[in-house]
């Protein structure tokens, strides 16, 4: 038994998609989150930049005490996640791996898509993982650059969103059996997502793959909390106006949070 907390990392709010499915697999865990809004998007920034910022988050979480921490961003994930791995002694998740099994499990034609920022379709890390599985998949990548700046901004629900999702999609539709959410920000957009590329393509959200890998770790290291009643104190951190990250936060978790702003 460990009782200390998980911690979460990402580049604004997109890695509560994590937490949501976190909270509903594992609802005895407790979560730290730390999310970079100020800085975000990072799909357009340049690899070095997203390492160095990364580190940061990574950084702040040791110094909660963590037990494990989670990588919730697709980009960081792409980017930082091998060399934070190696260098760290607690257990180190990315969300690229258990996104990419699961999409293998669920095609049934052999054609995956994966949508997701510049940096991580510009790493190929996707294809890369697909094809070491299964080297016969056909895996065709779009880079969605205007999507996190729309979930950031709380925009998700408006005539603009359906419009930009719409265009940029174009190039997919009717291409595809099984579509990878390669960040964590789009599942915000699913309902979207899912009306452009229609009813027939399943929709992979590699953040919710994501818990059921850090359940068997927990497991495996036995780490679980102790289930004995105390109270979970989650804790969530932003880099940007703790207000504007608590609305988007209460309205996906449905339920109400403390948001605290931090200097990074």
């Not at 950084?59 to 697709?74: E, G, H, Q, R, S």
């Not at 510009?122 to 969605?144: F, G, H, T």
């Not at 915000?188 to 992979?204: A, D, F, T, Y």
Request: charge should be negative; proline fraction near 6%; hydrophobic fraction near 40%.
């Amino acid at each position: 038994m460990d009782n200390r907390p998980i911690g979460f990392l990402d580049s604004g709010v997109g890695g509560l998609t994590v937490v949501r499915e976190l909270m509903r697999q594992l609802p005895h865990e407790e979560i730290i989150y730390i999310g970079d809004s100020a800085r975000a998007p990072y799909g357009p920034r340049p690899a070095e930049q997203i390492k160095a910022y990364t580190w940061e988050l990574v950084n702040f979480l040791l110094t909660k005490d963590v037990k494990m921490i989670v990588f919730a961003c697709n980009t960081a994930t792409a980017v930082a996640w091998e060399e934070v791995k190696e260098k760290l002694d607690i257990p180190v998740l990315g969300v690229i791996l258990p996104g990419s099994s699961a999409a293998i499990k669920s095609t049934v034609g052999g054609e995956i898509g994966v949508i997701a920022t510049p940096m991580t379709i510009e790493s190929d890390i996707y294809k890369e993982k697909i094809n070491r599985l299964a080297p016969e998949m056909r895996v065709q990548s779009l880079a969605c650059p205007k999507f996190v700046p729309i979930v950031e901004s709380n925009e998700t629900q408006t005539s603009l969103a359906k419009k930009i999702v719409y265009e940029t999609l174009a190039p997919l539709v009717g291409k595809v059996d099984t579509l990878i959410l390669g960040c964590t920000h789009y599942p915000l957009l699913r309902s979207i997502i899912q009306n452009v590329m229609g009813p027939q393509v399943k929709l992979i959200d590699s953040g919710a793959e994501c818990v059921r890998d850090i359940s068997v770790l927990l497991n495996y290291f036995e780490i679980n909390r102790s289930r004995q009643g105390d109270v979970l104190n989650h804790q969530f951190y932003t880099t940007a106006s703790p207000l504007a990250f608590k609305e988007i936060a209460e309205a996906w978790l449905g339920r109400d949070i403390r948001v605290e702003h931090v200097e990074l």
